[in-house]
């Protein structure tokens, strides 16, 4: 079977090629940033400090304020430990902060291969985390955390 004619003109051939080599950068930046490895919170300075629960109240009051001044940026939270949760699937852990009169609190959630397990945190007890803030939804999520000792 021949191909058709308009497969055999330069511009075809041109634009043909552009188009695979756009394809090809797109898959490729997006297998650098699938890999990309999360920055080390442990040594970073927090562009914010303060206590779980301000936090919290700040977002029930404005929550696209909220929003917009802590996107993307390292927080360093005070709190009480309301619960500890792992997941087996992915080896991640989450410690929840909140007081006893909040229904939710900030949720912050620990990358896979922890030194420490669930069962090294109390409920109850305080604690000191640094975070990178990522969104609310019930809950304030604050991801990639570490524990500041």
Same mark, same amino acid.
């Given at each position: +079977?021949?191909?058709?004619?308009?497969?055999? %003109?330069?511009?075809?051939? =041109?634009?043909?090629? $552009?188009?695979?080599?756009?394809?090809?950068? *797109?898959?490729? @930046?997006?297998?650098?940033?699938?890999?990309?490895?999360?920055?080390?919170?442990?040594?970073?300075?927090?562009?914010? =400090?303060?206590?779980?629960?301000?936090?919290?109240?700040?977002?029930?009051?404005?929550?696209?304020?909220?929003?917009?001044? @802590?996107?993307?940026?390292?927080?360093?939270?005070?709190?009480?430990?309301? !619960?500890?949760?792992?997941? %087996?699937?992915?080896?991640?852990?989450?410690?929840?902060?909140?007081?006893?009169?909040?229904?939710?609190?900030?949720?912050?959630?620990?990358?896979?291969?922890?030194?420490?397990?669930?069962?090294?945190?109390?409920?109850? *007890? !305080? $604690?000191?985390?640094?975070?990178?803030?990522?969104? +609310?939804? +019930?809950?304030?999520?604050?991801?990639?955390?570490?524990?500041?000792?």
């Amino acid at each position: +079977m021949a191909c058709p004619t308009f497969t055999k %003109s330069p511009w075809f051939r =041109s634009l043909a090629l $552009i188009v695979f080599l756009a394809v090809a950068i *797109s898959v490729f @930046y997006a297998v650098l940033q699938f890999n990309k490895k999360h920055a080390d919170l442990g040594s970073a300075k927090p562009e914010y =400090s303060l206590k779980a629960s301000e936090l919290f109240a700040e977002f029930e009051t404005d929550e696209v304020s909220a929003t917009s001044k @802590y996107a993307g940026k390292v927080l360093e939270l005070t709190g009480r430990i309301a !619960q500890v949760e792992f997941s %087996s699937a992915d080896s991640t852990l989450s410690i929840v902060l909140k007081d006893d009169d909040q229904l939710s609190g900030v949720i912050c959630t620990f990358p896979g291969k922890n030194r420490k397990s669930a069962h090294d945190f109390d409920p109850g *007890s !305080q $604690i000191r985390i640094r975070g990178e803030f990522s969104g +609310m939804l +019930m809950d304030v999520l604050l991801n990639n955390c570490v524990i500041v000792e």
